[in-house]
């Protein structure tokens, strides 16, 4: 079986919301409310979900860039959040991230050579020189850049070759685990694809577990084993990527998924729609958090939250009809999704 590298456990960030000469907390964000998943060695679990709904401050939280407000992580069996900031700094050499904007990430009066580097030296695994440079020309040929490309900077590079260097800063610590933050959606599509191979290929090689966090849903099930999909703060459903997407059972997963173009002009694909506008994060809803906006939603919904449960095959759902025979969304006409023209 293979190891389990991370599990995060009731997962929850909340920042407060701060008014009058005082400044005193009158309310809160739930930027994050409860979540909970595992990441095996060599795995990735997608992330997905609409703008504002949480993904990044999971990722953050995780690695402790922004402090959690409850929870437990544990990574190789350890609890983090429990550690003190030297245990942290040890740590990190074991989790890194890639962020979202290949540009602001670097910086720009830095070369490519000093960008890697500096973990190495900071962590002291090699002392400054020929060591270092040795390992950065390793690193970046790694990571499909050339060694000329060591002494040049930034803005020297397209937004494809500076997602390149984000990746090799990222694995200068030979870490186990990464937090990838949208790293193509600022890309173009060709690029996107070279990237992904990449991320993919390391993985192979050096058995790297991934949190991706996206919202495309069509890079999501190309480089994913799994997917979450998060709405409002919370994971609504959970499961292995074929499954979801043969079976989506929440109505906010079947909507998601109805949206993705499908490349064949011969098919008529019906998309479920959604009305409304997002709750907001400080006044969220009671009962099921997405029954302002669901076409099924019961009375159920608006004064009871659903359990976040396993309905079989590792398939989690937070739907109070979700192990039924008869859900009532399924009343849809399905047949008008893949009708021909």
């Given at each position: 079986?293979?190891?389990?590298?991370?599990?995060?456990?009731?997962?929850?960030?909340?920042?407060?919301v701060?008014?009058?000469?005082?400044?005193?907390?009158?309310?809160?964000?739930?930027?994050?409310?409860?979540?909970?998943?595992?990441?095996?060695?060599?795995?990735?679990?997608?992330?997905?979900?609409?703008s504002?709904?949480?993904?990044?401050?999971?990722?953050?939280?995780?690695?402790?860039?922004?402090?959690?407000?409850?929870?437990?992580?544990?990574?190789?069996?350890?609890?983090?959040?429990?550690?003190?900031?030297?245990?942290?700094?040890?740590?990190?050499?074991?989790?890194?991230?890639?962020?979202?904007?290949?540009?602001?990430?670097?910086?720009?009066?830095?070369?490519?050579?000093?960008?890697?580097?500096?973990?190495?030296?900071a962590?002291?695994?090699?002392?400054?020189?020929?060591e270092?440079?040795?390992?950065?020309?390793?690193?970046?040929?790694?990571?499909?850049?050339?060694?000329?490309?060591?002494?040049?900077?930034?803005?020297?590079?397209?937004?494809?070759?500076?997602?390149?260097?984000?990746?090799?800063?990222?694995l200068?610590?030979?870490?186990?685990f990464?937090?990838?933050?949208?790293?193509?959606?600022?890309?173009?599509?060709?690029?996107?694809?070279?990237?992904?191979?990449?991320?993919?290929?390391?993985?192979?090689?050096?058995?790297?577990?991934?949190?991706?966090?996206?919202?495309?849903?069509?890079?999501v099930?190309?480089?994913s084993?799994?997917?979450?999909?998060?709405?409002?703060?919370?994971?609504?459903?959970?499961?292995d990527?074929?499954?979801?997407?043969?079976?989506?059972?929440?109505?906010?997963?079947?909507?998601?998924?109805?949206?993705?173009?499908?490349?064949d002009?011969?098919?008529?694909?019906?998309?479920?729609?959604?009305?409304?506008?997002?709750?907001?994060?400080?006044?969220?809803?009671?009962?099921?958090?997405?029954?302002?906006?669901?076409?099924m939603?019961?009375?159920?919904?608006?004064?009871?939250?659903?359990?976040?449960?396993?309905?079989?095959?590792?398939?989690?759902?937070?739907?109070?009809?979700?192990?039924?025979?008869?859900?009532?969304?399924?009343?849809?006409?399905?047949?008008?999704?893949?009708k021909?023209?």
């Amino acid at each position: 079986m293979p190891k389990q590298l991370l599990e995060v456990r009731n997962l929850k960030k909340y920042f407060p919301v701060k008014s009058g000469f005082l400044k005193k907390t009158t309310s809160f964000v739930k930027a994050v409310d409860n979540i909970s998943f595992k990441i095996d060695k060599g795995e990735t679990l997608g992330l997905v979900g609409e703008s504002g709904c949480g993904k990044t401050t999971v990722g953050r939280s995780i690695l402790r860039l922004i402090e959690p407000t409850s929870g437990e992580v544990f990574f190789n069996d350890e609890s983090i959040l429990i550690k003190n900031k030297q245990a942290m700094r040890s740590l990190r050499r074991d989790m890194q991230i890639i962020f979202q904007d290949p540009y602001s990430s670097l910086n720009p009066r830095m070369t490519v050579s000093e960008i890697v580097g500096e973990a190495l030296v900071a962590h002291k695994l090699y002392k400054k020189g020929k060591e270092v440079k040795d390992k950065v020309a390793e690193i970046v040929e790694i990571c499909g850049l050339a060694r000329y490309h060591m002494n040049r900077y930034p803005h020297q590079f397209s937004g494809g070759q500076r997602q390149r260097i984000g990746i090799a800063r990222a694995l200068a610590l030979n870490p186990t685990f990464i937090v990838a933050d949208e790293p193509v959606s600022a890309l173009d599509v060709s690029i996107q694809s070279q990237i992904l191979n990449l991320m993919m290929d390391l993985q192979e090689s050096m058995g790297l577990g991934y949190l991706f966090i996206s919202h495309d849903l069509s890079v999501v099930k190309h480089i994913s084993h799994k997917i979450g999909v998060m709405y409002l703060g919370s994971l609504v459903e959970l499961a292995d990527k074929n499954e979801l997407y043969n079976n989506p059972i929440h109505p906010y997963t079947r909507a998601l998924l109805s949206v993705i173009p499908i490349p064949d002009p011969t098919i008529k694909k019906k998309s479920i729609q959604i009305s409304g506008e997002i709750p907001s994060n400080v006044n969220v809803p009671k009962g099921c958090k997405f029954h302002t906006r669901c076409p099924m939603a019961k009375e159920i919904c608006r004064t009871k939250t659903p359990e976040f449960k396993d309905i079989g095959n590792n398939h989690f759902v937070a739907c109070h009809f979700a192990s039924q025979n008869q859900c009532p969304w399924q009343q849809m006409n399905d047949e008008e999704n893949n009708k021909p023209v």
